[in-house]
């Protein structure tokens, strides 16, 4: 079945940095790939996704690439700011979503 | 606003006992989820439900079950052959339960069951 693994656990980094988070699927049928934004006490929020036909794709400061070859996907957030501060999760399905463990990302005023 | 709400925030089990927590949608969607999330871990499917009165167990279904007699409700009851049952539970839901993992599932802001 799909395994999905997800890098780095914790990242730290400063206002105004960039932050990427990495993400690798062993499924080669997986075809969507969400990413989930979660913040203390809340539920996960859905703030970006990309289908396998898609090599990337952006939202304002959020971007997702995908390279299908090498079974991996990532997510970019530029010109990041403290309300960004949360835990993210990637997910791939194949025939049903699997998430990664999270990345617990602080962004320093 | 549409969404979905869950109900009791935080929740303690005493041994023996059974729990229910609540997931209500108003989103009129078709197939309603229950995970689990652990620190340190991935969210876990316990179970699904793509249509009212049907439901599919998930990869961690034991010590627990289920009932969708109504689209908008979907509740979970931990029973006590559950025996680990600490954890923050999150429900969400698809708009269909048609391929529903290629789908964007919109969540609850979750229960947080302890053991007393």
């Known amino acids: 079945g799909e395994n999905v693994e997800q890098h780095p656990s914790t990242l730290s980094v400063q206002e105004g940095d960039s932050a990427v988070i990495k993400c690798t699927y062993s499924?080669?049928?997986?075809?969507?790939f969400p990413w989930y934004k979660q913040e203390l006490g809340k539920g996960p929020q859905l703030i970006i996704d990309?289908?396998?036909?898609?090599g990337e794709k952006k939202d304002q400061r959020i971007a997702v690439t995908l390279n299908k070859t090498a079974k991996h996907f990532s997510l970019h957030i530029t010109e990041t700011q403290p309300e960004d501060s949360a835990v993210y999760f990637c997910a791939a399905t194949a025939d049903k979503l699997i998430f990664g463990t999270g990345t617990r990302l602080q962004v320093f005023p | 606003d549409g969404g979905i709400t869950q109900s009791p925030k935080y929740l303690f089990r005493k041994e023996g006992q059974n729990v229910t927590l609540s997931c209500e949608q108003n989103l009129n969607h078709d197939a309603m989820y229950w995970y689990r999330q652990d620190p340190g871990q991935g969210l876990r499917l316990i179970y699904y439900s793509q249509i009212v009165n049907d439901f599919q167990k998930g990869d961690i279904a034991e010590g627990y079950s289920v009932s969708r007699e109504k689209k908008e409700s979907f509740p979970l009851t931990v029973t006590s052959a559950q025996k680990n049952p600490t954890a923050f539970y999150l429900c969400a839901s698809t708009r269909t339960g048609l391929r529903y993992s290629n789908q964007p599932q919109h969540f609850g802001d979750g229960t947080r069951l302890s053991i007393l």
């Open positions: 990309i289908r396998s036909n898609v």
């Open positions: 499924d080669s049928a997986s075809n969507y």
